[in-house]
């Protein structure tokens, strides 16, 4: 299996780690034609304006769109902003491949950054320590979009078909299980 990390801005280099950890090869992508090689793609956290800005330069917006037709995607905190429906920032270009709106830095400023343990999944006994930084809020959800942490009633992880978001950044902590549930999803 091979796993594409979009590495064009912010933490890839985190999930490349992450992945390696669980034995899957990282793919570093930034062109198109790199996406021919994965079985699925991670877009990392970092800055959402730039990245949309490097995504509109390297002409990848279509081709992601495309690639989440049938390959898995998961976005962490920029990459779930870029992945939502709309992010109420006119600067960036929504991916639209999960139903929800986000408001960027909705968990607070740089200043306001914490760090909490989280359960994930309602039949799933996993807690993992879940880093916020910067980090977007989700406040509308659609109907088919399946929430798996919540903080205080506020959604923090998310799946949507094969495709999932977390509004905080797992490739920051030792703890690989985010990526291995996406990966163990892919390999269903």
């Not at 607070?108 to 993992?128: A, C, D, T, V």
Request: hydrophobic share 40%; proline share 4%.
């Amino acid at each position: 299996m091979q796993i594409g990390v979009l590495a064009i801005q912010g933490g890839f280099s985190k999930h490349e780690n992450s992945l390696r950890k669980l034995n899957v090869n990282p793919i570093e992508v930034k062109y198109e034609y790199q996406l021919n090689n994965c079985d699925g793609l991670i877009i990392p956290g970092g800055e959402s304006t730039t990245i949309s800005k490097l995504l509109n330069k390297y002409y990848l917006i279509n081709p992601i769109k495309e690639f989440a037709k049938t390959k898995p995607i998961f976005g962490t905190c920029a990459g779930l902003i870029l992945m939502s429906r709309n992010s109420n920032d006119s600067r960036v270009e929504n991916l639209n491949i999960i139903d929800v709106e986000i408001n960027r830095n909705g968990w607070g400023r740089q200043i306001s950054s914490f760090s909490q343990m989280i359960k994930i999944g309602q039949n799933l006994n996993y807690e993992i320590e879940a880093i916020f930084i910067r980090a977007p809020k989700i406040f509308n959800i659609g109907e088919k979009v399946e929430v798996l942490a919540e903080i205080n009633g506020e959604p923090v992880f998310v799946k949507q078909g094969i495709h999932f978001g977390a509004t905080f950044h797992p490739e920051l902590t030792e703890d690989i299980t985010i990526h291995k549930l996406f990966i163990e999803s892919i390999a269903v």
